[in-house]
């Protein structure tokens, strides 16, 4: 260094890690429809909050997510919008297997589920308590009636 140079000291936080799933907050589902020849496709986007300051593990443990039944055609994508592969899928669940971040997080999938002459029903749980559940539907030729029943 020479007479001009100046020194820095930086403070770096790094954050733990840790196994506890239990803290991840489902804060928003949205669930977007579209028709296709005789299924109807699901796009669900959720916006998953990590409160606290560590890393939340859920490789060994999994984020379970419940789908419906008789789904098909199941995808996911990752951060980058490439194909996933951190995620396990059951009967009628998914488990998401992958290191969640402070702050927040969003998990996109995709999957169809069978129509008959234009009409379904779709049968979604939530295990966690949400708060906001946004559903789109898309078609030129569509018209979709909704009807969300809250479960207990």
């Known amino acids: 260094m020479n007479d001009q140079d100046s020194s820095y000291q930086v403070e770096v936080q790094v954050p733990g890690i840790s196994q506890k799933v239990e803290l991840l907050e489902l804060e928003k ?6 028709r296709d ?7 669900e986007v959720w916006e998953i909050n990590n409160p606290s300051r560590d890393l939340i593990d859920s490789v060994n443990s999994g984020y379970r997510i419940n789908l419906p039944k008789d789904i098909s055609d199941f995808s996911m994508a990752d951060e980058t919008g490439q194909s ?6 059951g009967e009628h669940f998914l488990e998401i297997m992958r290191i969640f971040p402070p702050g927040n997080s ?5 999957y169809s589920i069978s129509s008959f002459l234009g009409q379904t029903v779709l049968t979604k749980s939530f295990g966690n308590s949400l708060e906001k559940v946004i559903l789109l539907g898309f078609s030129v030729f569509m018209f979709y009636r909704f009807r969300l029943k809250k479960m207990n």
């Open 84 to 89: 996933s592969s951190d995620f396990r899928l």
């Open 29 to 34: 589902a949205s669930l977007i429809l579209e």
């Open 37 to 43: 020849l005789g299924k109807v496709r699901v796009t």
């Open 106 to 110: 969003q998990l996109i999938f995709q």
